[in-house]
């Protein structure tokens, strides 16, 4: 399988497999798998602020679910898997350079600070929002 296309940002794409944010492809990857595999449940260090922000939901687990379907499909979206941005909906199909990935964690941290955010949007940006800022570097916690 070939690395995917990433975008410059100058309409150009270029073939690279080093990085996705400022995160190596392989940690994003892994990120990606762990949360697959567990279903979903953050296994980085980043999972004590997952279990602060959705413990005492009388949701039945759904705050939990919507969390880690954010993150999922931020880290699927940024390895160029499928799927459109989770925030923003921009089209995917290419890994996003720094800058794409950057306005989208600033769309998701707009959506959170909006007071009437429904609460299963509320969960999942949050998903979003911790798994890319983990890609842009503002936080060293994994989802």
Known sequence: MSPPLRSTGTGEETETE??????????VQQAYTSLTVTG?????SG???HAEATDGASDGGRGRELYASGALDA?????????SAPVTGARGG??????TLTAEVDAAA??????????????????????????????????
């Open 75 to 83: 880290l699927r979206w940024a390895l160029a898997r499928g799927g």
């Open 40 to 44: 979903g449940a953050p296994t980085g």
């Open 18 to 27: 080093a990085h996705i944010g400022v995160r190596p492809m392989a940690d």
């Open 110 to 143: 707009v959506q959170l600070d909006d007071p009437v955010c429904p609460v299963d949007a509320r969960a999942y940006t949050l998903g979003a929002h911790e798994a890319l800022a983990w890609l842009c570097g503002h936080t060293d916690e994994r989802p």
């Open 94 to 99: 290419l890994v996003p350079d720094l800058h």
């Open 47 to 49: 999972a004590g602020r």
